[in-house]
């Protein structure tokens, strides 16, 4: 796929998020990203994410960005086969002097042509939050992948990926389907270091209330040690 028609869908979702910036559900932020993966014997791999989350628009209003939350992510991989892999771990969320808690199931299959790469990811989490019941939630993304030159990655070259995912959650008699639109623009230092931005945006409540749209320029360093 060339890189104009990469073009094309990033309009296409700026197209999107305009038509929705005149719902009053809207939440604008940042979410700066510091992702370190580390190999480990026997195919195993750890991956260590921290994010910060922050909102700078939100009922109807602007103001300086303020925090929101803190997100402290730690996964467990195991490569089973030649394409797939299968991981599990926690998250631990600080919100508002609150400790939110998370665990994680996830499996993982990639495909590689000859420029493009693909990959689908199937989640299942477990939210556990003081005096709420728990809230499960059902995922899955589909992350295309290409470099703006040649067939490959190489460093010092920067490369395009687009994330589409559906996310259902449930909770007691609750219900909600979120649906996630993240084109990204990455560039590559070397193999253990890269750097991407993005526009993470999420649209929400489809079920149970009225449609809530919140997008997040993300800027995500990821190291491997």
Known sequence: MSIRKWIGIFCCWLFLV??????ERLQLGLLPVLNVNKKLKKDFKLNIKLENRQIFYQDQEWSTPFYDRLDFTNILSKKIGLTTKIAGGYLIRFRNQEIITRTIQQFALIQKFSTLKLAHRLVTDQTFQKEKAVKYRFRYRISAQIPFNGQSIDPQ??????????????????RDLEIRIVPVL???????????????????????DALETKSWFTIAWYIVL
């Open 186 to 208: 990455g560039y590559k230092f070397k193999d253990t270091n890269k750097l991407e931005i993005a526009f993470d945006n999420r649209l929400g409540s489809f079920i149970m």
């Open 18 to 23: 305009n038509n929705n910036i005149a719902q």
């Open 157 to 174: 070259e920067f490369y395009f990926k687009f994330n589409h995912e559906y996310l259902y959650a449930l909770q007691d008699a609750n």
